[in-house]
């Protein structure tokens, strides 16, 4: 197990990370501090905003009806629409007004304790970068559009924004318990791939659904993937898809459930329980599930992306 010791009640300083820690290894680059922020957030071109614009017009063709209230009104008050990659200190002052939170650059994907310390703080990393021309659809590490269009937000929303604070207050200890991965699946499962019920029907919250065009229809209309009510130690549990549709989805009843079930679930019985690897495929249906609708598979059966399957 971990030696890290109690993290402090106030998250003033960066964890050290004990060497026993199994986590990604990533190197900083030299001009970065122990923070892994930029010093300045990128110049981007006329092409860069071009691209952010294009991102944005083809998403609003597919999140009314399917992206959660909160996300859209999210979109509203933060006016990302505006034009152009969105500057972040103004950003940072109006969502700081809203919630508490500010966005800061990050080059890249950033250390788990590090990512963990910013969350903790009420700090929202964002790739210092924007995709191009040539990656417009898909890309794997994620940029500007993916950060601030997918997740900011939800960050406007009280409730959703102390669960992300909450969740990096969380981290330190998965990282004492050597359970990051099954953290990381929380983190998947409800901020990146997470459905809403509303009034009039299941909606998205995740930023990895909001920021793609096919993937909001699958995961809220197609007939291939399961979707079940969300249970964190059920989810935590469970393998995820890293670079395809997922084959399931969790579904939350509010955001107050999300928060109650994470705040107040005993983590350290939890990670005492839990085994080093995942227990349940990404695909399946167990008996304690609570099943929205229990999908075909067919997409997946189908051999998914790399096969060209239609994502039905």
Known sequence: MATLSEPETDFARLPDLPEDVFTAPLKKPDHLGEDWIEPVQAHYRSEDHAIWNDLFARQMKVLPGRAASAFMAGLEKLDLGRGGVPEFGKLSEELNALTGWTVVPVPMLIPDHVFFWH??????????????RETFDYIQE?????????????????????????????????????????LGALYWYTVEFGLLEETDGIKAYGAGILSG????????????????????????????????????????????????????????????????????????????????????????????????????
Request: charged share 25%.
């Open 119 to 132: 969350l903790a703080n009420r700090r929202f990393p964002a790739g210092n970068f924007i995709r191009t």
């Open 142 to 182: 994620p940029d500007v559009f993916h950060d601030v269009f997918g997740h900011v937000p939800m960050l406007t929303d009280p409730v959703f924004a102390d669960y992300m604070q909450e969740y990096g207050r969380a981290g330190w200890k998965a990282m004492r318990y050597n359970r990051l991965k099954a």
């Open 213 to 312: 065009p096919t993937e909001v229809v699958f995961a809220t209309e197609a007939k291939s993937p399961n979707r079940i009510m969300l249970n964190v130690d059920r989810a935590m549990r469970t393998d995820y898809v890293i670079s395809d549709l997922q084959p399931t989805y969790f579904v939350i009843e509010s955001f107050e459930d999300l928060y109650r079930q994470t705040v107040e679930r005993d983590f350290d019985r939890l990670y005492r329980s839990l085994a080093a690897s995942f227990t349940y495929a990404n695909s399946a249906v167990i008996d304690v599930d609570n099943v929205v609708n229990r999908g075909s598979q067919e997409y997946h059966l189908r051999g998914g992306r790399g096969s060209n399957a239609e994502p039905i």
